[in-house]
């Protein structure tokens, strides 16, 4: 599934070079964000949230509803381990998942039912971009440990060749999967 209408756009990170394009993903029309991805101004490499979600079913899902209005047109007032009274299974192309493991989403049995919950709303082929901080404290457990992410497989990103991405601060990393 490609987004119509729509023609690539890029952006390249000048510090590793990579670079990011709406045909780094090319079967996702249905995108589920926990970021605000029009109005996005965060590091270099995450530049192409603006575009990349340009003529996409964007949504997004917070628990707390003082957040609304940072959120997409398709915006849930709810968990993320209540994915699945929001979506149908295998309804999402896309997870972006940033500010949520270790900021809020802190115990073991909440993690493994978020991440299931990704799992089950995902589309076969869907990818899960997981953003999180790799700093004493702000892992409430190993990744290695949840039991969930093994239904998924590591996804190598061609633009930053790799599984995972540790940001310039190498406090942030980003770790991908697919279903």
Same mark, same amino acid.
């Given at each position: 599934m490609?987004?119509?209408?729509t023609? #690539?756009?890029?952006?390249?990170?000048?510090?590793?070079?990579?670079?990011? =394009?709406? =045909?780094?993903?090319? *079967?996702?029309?249905?995108v *589920?964000?926990r970021v %605000?991805c029009w109005?996005?101004a965060?590091? #270099?490499?995450?530049?192409f949230?603006n @575009?990349f979600?340009v003529? %996409?079913?964007?949504?997004?899902?917070?628990?707390d509803?003082? %957040?609304?209005? =940072? /959120?997409?047109?398709n915006h849930?007032?709810?968990?993320?381990?209540? +994915?699945?009274d929001h &979506?149908? @299974?295998?309804?999402?192309d +896309?997870?972006?998942?940033?500010g949520v493991?270790g900021? /809020? *989403?802190n115990e073991k049995?909440?993690? @493994?039912?978020?991440?299931?919950?990704?799992?089950?709303?995902l589309t076969?082929?869907?990818?899960?971009? +997981?953003?999180?901080n790799d700093?004493?404290?702000?892992?409430?457990? #190993? +990744? @290695?440990?949840?039991q969930a992410l093994r239904?998924?497989?590591?996804y190598?990103?061609?633009?930053?060749?790799?599984?995972?991405?540790?940001c =310039?601060?190498a406090?942030?990393?980003?770790? &991908? &999967?697919?279903?």
């Open positions: 490609s987004s119509p209408g023609s #690539p756009t890029a952006a390249t990170d000048t510090r590793t070079g990579a670079s990011w =394009s709406r =045909s780094s993903f090319p *079967l996702c029309c249905r *589920l964000s %605000r109005r996005w965060g590091e #270099p490499y995450e530049a949230y @575009e979600c003529g %996409r079913e964007l949504w997004t899902i917070d628990w509803a003082t %957040r609304r209005p =940072s /959120g997409a047109c849930v007032v709810d968990n993320v381990v209540n +994915l699945r &979506f149908s @299974e295998a309804y999402l +896309l997870v972006l998942m940033k493991f900021w /809020g *989403l049995g909440a993690i @493994e039912r978020a991440f299931a919950a990704v799992h089950a709303v076969p082929g869907g990818i899960i971009v +997981l953003g999180w700093t004493p404290g702000l892992v409430p457990v #190993p +990744l @290695e440990r949840v239904q998924f497989t590591p190598y990103f061609p633009p930053l060749r790799g599984t995972s991405f540790w =310039s601060t406090a942030h990393a980003y770790s &991908f &999967f697919v279903k």
